[in-house]
């Protein structure tokens, strides 16, 4: 949120921080939500997930989908999704977008290409792959009951895990050449886990063993060695998702003032 809020500010977006106590019920929930839909001078909302335990995967839901599709900075709203499915203008995702401006910027073409996203959550997996379908690659998902995982892999040209394992992409699952986004964020503690991921005499090894925890990716460092280009964790796919953010916002703020589509 400190990250989000500094960024915000750097663009001159003013953000607030409404915070509920962790006591906060459903009820109380919805009625902040509710109250900022109403609210003119805000133009975005952004529910810091997860929500208090106690509230439960259903509430979740139910909170986001409480947000007005026209204020959702994060493109979670069933009404935005189903726009991205058909196409359309839509506030998408900001990890999946971060995702294809990161490829665009890097010169990265996608039409024509083999896409192959691990991962099908609501949030990453499944968007990501249909802006890649709407780029026109060739499309294949996988989780965690796809069988031969790393061959199919192995088919990609354009890979891109979002799995929540460090380091679980080793260079099986890489065509040679083939580029590789790690939208993974993993924050490892156990120096056994941390051995296999580090080199003994690297810098990030040090580091570890310095602080004790590391922010590592899905995919193995050894990845470096096969891939033609491979985003870094953390400092890759993570800032772009900021940067997404606050473009959703912007647009939010255009499309309510009927400057965008
Ligand atoms: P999620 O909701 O937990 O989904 C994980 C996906 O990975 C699921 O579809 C799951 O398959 C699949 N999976 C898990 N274990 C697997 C295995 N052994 N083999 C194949 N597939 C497997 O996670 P998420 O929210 O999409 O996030 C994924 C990762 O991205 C996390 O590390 C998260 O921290 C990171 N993330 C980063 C950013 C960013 O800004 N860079 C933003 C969001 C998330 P099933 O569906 O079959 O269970």
């Given at each position: 949120?400190?990250?989000?809020?500094?960024?915000?500010?750097?663009?001159?977006?003013?953000?607030?921080?409404?915070?509920?106590?962790?006591?906060?019920?459903?009820?109380?929930?919805?009625?902040?939500?509710?109250?900022?839909?109403?609210?003119?001078?805000?133009?975005?909302?952004?529910?810091?997930?997860?929500?208090?335990?106690?509230?439960?995967?259903?509430?979740?839901?139910?909170?986001?989908?409480?947000?007005?599709?026209?204020?959702?900075?994060?493109?979670?709203?069933?009404?935005?999704?189903?726009?991205?499915?058909?196409?359309?203008?839509?506030?998408?995702?900001?990890?999946?977008?971060?995702?294809?401006?990161?490829?665009?910027?890097?010169?990265?073409?996608?039409?024509?290409?083999?896409?192959?996203?691990?991962g099908r959550s609501d949030i990453v997996g499944k968007p990501l792959a249909l802006l890649f379908l709407h780029r026109d690659a060739t499309v294949t998902i996988c989780h965690s009951r796809t069988p031969e995982l790393p061959s199919v892999a192995a088919t990609a040209d354009i890979l891109a895990a979002a799995i929540g394992r460090p380091g679980f992409v080793d260079r099986r699952f890489v065509k040679p050449g083939a580029v590789v986004i790690d939208v993974g964020i993993n924050r490892v503690t156990d120096p056994a886990v941390a051995a296999t991921l580090f080199?003994?005499?690297?810098?990030?090894?040090?580091?570890?063993?310095?602080?004790?925890?590391?922010?590592?990716?899905?995919?193995?460092?050894e990845v470096e060695q096969v891939a033609g280009a491979l985003t870094p964790v953390p400092g890759g796919v993570g800032p772009l998702t900021i940067a997404m953010l606050l473009r959703n916002t912007v647009r939010c703020a255009q499309r309510r003032a009927g400057l965008a589509d």
């Amino acid at each position: 949120v400190r990250n989000k809020r500094r960024a915000a500010s750097e663009i001159g977006v003013r953000a607030d921080l409404v915070r509920l106590p962790p006591s906060a019920t459903l009820d109380e929930t919805l009625r902040e939500v509710g109250r900022l839909n109403e609210r003119p001078d805000c133009d975005a909302i952004l529910v810091q997930s997860p929500l208090p335990d106690g509230l439960g995967r259903a509430a979740e839901r139910r909170v986001f989908d409480a947000i007005d599709p026209g204020k959702d900075a994060d493109g979670f709203h069933p009404i935005n999704v189903g726009r991205l499915v058909q196409n359309r203008p839509a506030i998408v995702a900001c990890t999946p977008a971060g995702v294809m401006e990161l490829l665009d910027r890097s010169g990265i073409p996608v039409a024509g290409r083999r896409a192959v996203v691990i991962g099908r959550s609501d949030i990453v997996g499944k968007p990501l792959a249909l802006l890649f379908l709407h780029r026109d690659a060739t499309v294949t998902i996988c989780h965690s009951r796809t069988p031969e995982l790393p061959s199919v892999a192995a088919t990609a040209d354009i890979l891109a895990a979002a799995i929540g394992r460090p380091g679980f992409v080793d260079r099986r699952f890489v065509k040679p050449g083939a580029v590789v986004i790690d939208v993974g964020i993993n924050r490892v503690t156990d120096p056994a886990v941390a051995a296999t991921l580090f080199a003994p005499d690297s810098a990030r090894w040090a580091s570890f063993e310095r602080s004790g925890a590391a922010l590592v990716g899905d995919v193995h460092p050894e990845v470096e060695q096969v891939a033609g280009a491979l985003t870094p964790v953390p400092g890759g796919v993570g800032p772009l998702t900021i940067a997404m953010l606050l473009r959703n916002t912007v647009r939010c703020a255009q499309r309510r003032a009927g400057l965008a589509d």
